[in-house]
């Protein structure tokens, strides 16, 4: 007799609905059709987006020369230098001791989560959001609380809705700039909004995910850190999207403690950090050349990915029964399914347009149940023409063709 042997609780209410929806379409693939994919926010995935060379030639010089070994937990000293001064050019002291690599922002917020968070407590989150925000806390015996985002006005930050949901057991309070998936970039004033929130907080430590900070397209993009003379600001950023190399999985904490309030968590982070071993050396090297040499490349990425987002944008505007607050930055669109009938169940939506168009999108309520429903994530890192082809389809399968 085989006794079946069952997840447990903790892994099997896991979700991460950018990857989920790619198990239908996998299943179309193998059947024979051709799925455009706009779901995951992978540039080398593109035309036209690559990883610079300089940075590439760095990793490869690092495997020739046997640089392949374990190396230190937090990083490898020049890049946490690199970072250390790159974040510092932001406008915050920042020291190579501040920073930590990890293997992608992601594994950030793992350890992040593991040495904040008790069971009780609970962090805050933009009300849509990137998933892992709350499909992880929940693994501590913590909760995910999202705070409003305007979905009528640019998706900007409700402060009052942030105040009413702030108590004592409020561990984390997270700020995406600019925000996956609705491409918000705050202004700095509301930046300081949300510090003078937390000051009176002291138990609270603001996350600013700026993964996408080299993308930002409004002018209006300031580093959270470099506001805060007192409260705690730990920022997160890395390889993945503004340096063009997801599958390298480097990333990065950026730890801004004036006052030295958070040196026991901080233990326990190191701690955490040293069990783990290390991040990827070679990718280490790779971004190192990323941060150290000239950024001019990024001017012409940054154009594709600013054209490709404003061709999508018109596109949705001229299609009766979507809408679009226009992001500032990012590279996603979060789109509004106008017909309330269509908009009760964003997931069907998104696979009807699947099975029947084989255009795979990614439901809103996958990046906030209840902030997120009725609308869909859409990437708008393909060519134009591709992009075309895409709402072409999109568009008759709302005309019912
Ligand atoms: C807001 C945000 N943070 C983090 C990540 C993932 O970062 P990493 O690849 O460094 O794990 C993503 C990926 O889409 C993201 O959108």
């Known amino acids: 007799m085989v006794v079946s042997v069952d997840a447990s609780k903790r892994a099997s209410s896991i979700e991460y609905a950018i990857r989920d929806v790619v198990v239908p379409a996998i299943e179309l693939e193998k059947q024979g059709h051709e799925i455009i994919r706009l779901n995951i926010g992978d540039p080398l995935a593109y035309k036209g987006l690559q990883t610079p060379k300089h940075m590439i030639d760095a990793y490869k010089d690092a495997l020739d020369s046997q640089v392949n070994g374990y190396g230190p937990s937090y990083g490898i000293s020049p890049l946490r230098n690199a970072i250390a001064t790159s974040e510092s050019r932001k406008g915050w002291a920042c020291s190579e001791d501040d920073v930590y690599v990890t293997h992608g922002v992601t594994e950030a917020l793992q350890i992040l989560f593991a040495a904040f968070l008790e069971p009780g407590d609970s962090i805050l989150a933009p009300g849509p959001h990137y998933p892992p925000y709350m499909a992880y806390p929940q693994m501590y015996g913590a909760k995910t609380i999202e705070y409003k985002l305007d979905s009528e006005n640019r998706w900007r930050i409700d402060f009052d809705d942030i105040r009413s949901k702030m108590d004592e057991s409020v561990r984390l309070l997270v700020l995406i700039n600019p925000n996956n998936p609705t491409g918000n970039v705050p202004l700095p004033s509301e930046l300081d909004s949300l510090i003078e929130i937390v000051r009176d907080f002291p138990r609270c430590t603001l996350i600013s995910d700026e993964i996408y900070d080299g993308l930002d397209f409004s002018g209006n993009f300031v580093s959270l850190a470099s506001r805060s003379k007192d409260v705690p600001v730990i920022t997160l950023n890395g390889v993945s999207k503004v340096y063009f190399a997801p599958g390298w999985r480097i990333g990065y904490m950026a730890w801004h403690d004036p006052r030295g309030a958070l040196n026991g968590v901080r233990d326990g982070v190191e701690r955490?950090?040293?069990?783990?071993?290390?991040?990827?050396?070679?990718?280490?090297?790779?971004?190192?050349?990323?941060?150290?040499?000239?950024?001019?490349?990024?001017?012409?990425?940054r154009e594709l990915i600013k054209k490709r987002l404003d061709y999508s944008l018109s596109r949705i505007e001229s299609i009766e029964g979507l809408e679009c607050q226009p992001p500032g930055g990012s590279f996603y669109l979060f789109v509004k399914i106008a017909d309330p009938a269509l908009a009760s169940d964003d997931k069907k939506f998104v696979l009807d347009i699947l099975h029947e168009k084989h255009v795979l999108l990614v439901h809103g309520s996958g990046f906030s149940p209840e902030m997120g429903k009725g609308h869909f994530r859409m990437v708008c890192l393909p060519e134009v023409d591709l992009l075309s082809k895409a709402f072409d389809r999109i568009e008759a399968f709302l005309r019912g063709d």
Do not use: I, K, N, Y
């Open 272 to 301: 955490l950090l040293r069990s783990r071993l290390c991040a990827s050396t070679p990718a280490q090297h790779g971004f190192l050349a990323g941060l150290v040499e000239d950024h001019g490349w990024l001017s012409s990425h």
